[in-house]
């Protein structure tokens, strides 16, 4: 794929690489220079919002899978456990408090700062106020929250956009407060668009998994591909990373080339992903020809793909409806829905749940979506289970043997129906 | 006449009955009656109540069905409370329910309103978001408005509007329930030696079984009679309970706890019950008032974000105030809310140098004695080192 011949291919993960490693050597340089820093969430993250403040952001979460991919979660975990954390807790909050036990050394080996914001961005996951709350405690510094009203009737309510609009304003009050700085409406208008811009960007590479075979992984891809759009929104760096990775993808178009040698099923992806084994995960599938054409953990942190995108003409609302619609904050019917909607919309072949034993937020309910997707809409579906951050549930034999014979199943189907 | 232990020992057993006599006899007096189950910690029960319905606690099913269909819906790793009381729902157990609501207290009670809808399809389900930002002006704005929308839907359930004034006679019945309560448990931290945790913890747990009017004239009937019990103080130690504020202990656990040596003069169990620690106003605006007294005047919870005083503040007046020598943190096995809180609560104590012994429990348990062994050493360390 990398070959000469190709001139942009390996842009995507190379420059999300450096933006990510100057983004790090920013925070590290926070130090003392009268730089603010606010912890945030991914899920309904206002970073819009507080950049008209010029905070630089931290997120907990990106540092946990970070520290997960780089194999230093295992440790962390261990760590949080010795000061009493229970084995059955969600592994990012004990990867994460893990990490302040040990002196806030980032998973890139920067020292991170200390928050001046820990802004809850409370957006479906209850863990998420827990978490905030043990922060608040380590660091000695209050919690400040952003709730965010559950889409329980299946759809936004008027009452509850208005109840996070008026938070933002109050938040606003909070903000100048800790910085210093005014809350300039012009700025927040000319940040949305920003964000609006990468939005449209990131979406055309989403969509781009349409084409057969998909020129992107979007579970496997995605997930790095997204790290951009969550952590850098609303800078022009953003927008100008996903054209780039945008070239990466229309020339894999032109010629024909995927993230796999020879797509043979087309599957939709629901939960995160385990990421101290991602490859060893990859592997395990892309043995079959699988291509991830959708998946629901590249939208946690925003689901843009139905048309939602930051709006400069109504920036405080448009916030309050990314908050709301992100996919923690999606009830579990509009979730399975959702899944449903993507296996038609991309042609897959296969629905795969990953469920993630330590995080009851995606997982619980995740076994009676799979006997929805078979039973109503006769869509093989395939749940496995190991865990997000914690690399004592990944068994690799197991999870072996429940995929090949899932995928040996939807092979021999073919073979008849063709036969 | 039936003796106070009498009494205790026939509320146990509707307690402990999953077919829920209480709720088959008031239907069949109350022929259109609606029954609204709630599943814990706490909802806004003066809603139904004032709608003429019945409002049920819904505690899963104690250890008293085998879990068969629910495993496939709920995995393992999830509390009992959840599974079970998803097994009742699929055996139809829960059928004399109309109306079943979930609050917003952790990511399983709200995905198990999800899973509910398409596997009860005739129950109603509502899950209820309370309001976190406690600081914000427009959080009671916005859960007055939350109200109304669940009032909403109980007026079409009951084809009728439901008047300000029953809003307010219903607030004013519970706020007379919250203060009987308040009492029960004055006197079990006074003078604990009058009434055990076991038996104090049935007569409130009937209360979320029957018409409130009904549980008040229980309470207001018992709590003479306890004033006149006379059995002799012991050399107990003095604890209190933190972590039981969903999914409850089986009784023995609590049993256990005392028979091994401690007076429990404060819990954290059927938290509802004593959910407002002041009564709720009478006003204008009742659901407003409602609206208000959460937010501002709630219990500390792990459930329930806390605002500008951090829990482990409340925590520890909760200990000052009921003189506790020794904190037990017992918590359902796999509740996120529960565990993540116990090492804030734990640090909190060991700061302030206050005894603490720490184990989880499941509604299923098959022997108490490895907690009885461990209580009782904590009461020796308490007693003799302490
Ligand atoms: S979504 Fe899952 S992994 Fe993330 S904080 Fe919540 S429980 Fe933990
Ligand atoms: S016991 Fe804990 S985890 Fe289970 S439903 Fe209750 S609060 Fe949630």
Redesign the interface.
Known sequence: MSEERYKYQGIGRELQKQLLTSWYDRLQSAFGDGRKVAYLFVPGNIAEFLRVFDFELVFPEVNALQCGVRKLSGDLILKAED????S???GY?KNDIGMVLAGNVGPSGHTLPKPDLLL?T?CG???F???F??L??YYNV??????I??L?EGKI?E??R??VV??LK?LAVICEKITGKRYDHEKLVEITRHSAEAEDLWVQILHSAKHKPSPFDSYFEAVFFMAPIYVLRGLPECTRYYREAMREIQERIDHGIGPIPEEKFRVVIEGPPPWPHFRAFWELLKKWGVCAVASSYSKVGGYWDHGFRHDPSRPLESIAEYCLTCYTNL???MRTDLLRQYAEEYDADAIVIH?V??C??F???Q??MR??FIRKWDIPTLLI?SDLADPRYFQVAQLRNRIDAFFESLEHKRLVQVG | MMTFEENIEQYRSIIDDVSLPTVREWKSKHLAGKVVGMFPVYTPFELPHAAGMLPVGVYGAGGKVEIDHAD????S??CSI?RSTLELGLRGMLNELDVLWFP?????A??????W???VPNQHV????F?????????P??YR??LQ?LLGNLQSLAGQEISRDALNRSIHQFNRNRELSRTLYRIKSVTPWLLSTYEAYVLMRLGTLIPVEEHNRILQNVLPEIQNRNPKPRDYVRVMLEGGFCEQPPLELMQVIEEAGCYIVNDDLLLHTRWFEEPVPVTDDPLLSLAEAYIHRSRYS??R??G?K???EQFLEKIRENNVDGVIFCAP??C??A??????L??ESEKQSINYLTFEYEEKMGTFESIRTQVETFVESVMFFS
Request: hydrophobic share 35%.
């Open positions: 000061v009493g954390y229970s059955d807790v969600c909050v809850c409370y996951c209850t863990t106020i827990k978490w709350e043990a608040s405690h209050p919690l400040v929250m952003l709730d009203p559950y329980r309510e009452v509850d208005q109840y008026a938070q109050e009830s579990l019917p469920s034993k330590s009851r937020s997982s619980v309910g076994a009676d006997d929805q289970e | 496939s819906r709920i995995q790793f999830v959840a917003s207290i952790c990511d399983v709200r995905n198990l309103s999800g899973v809808k398409p596997n509502e899950y209820i978001h309001p976190q930002n406690m600081m914000s002006a427009a959080a704005v916005y408005a939350e929308r792990s459930v974000h806390y500008n951090p829990r482990k096995k796999f996120e809310p565990l993540l809180d116990y090492v804030l734990k640090d």
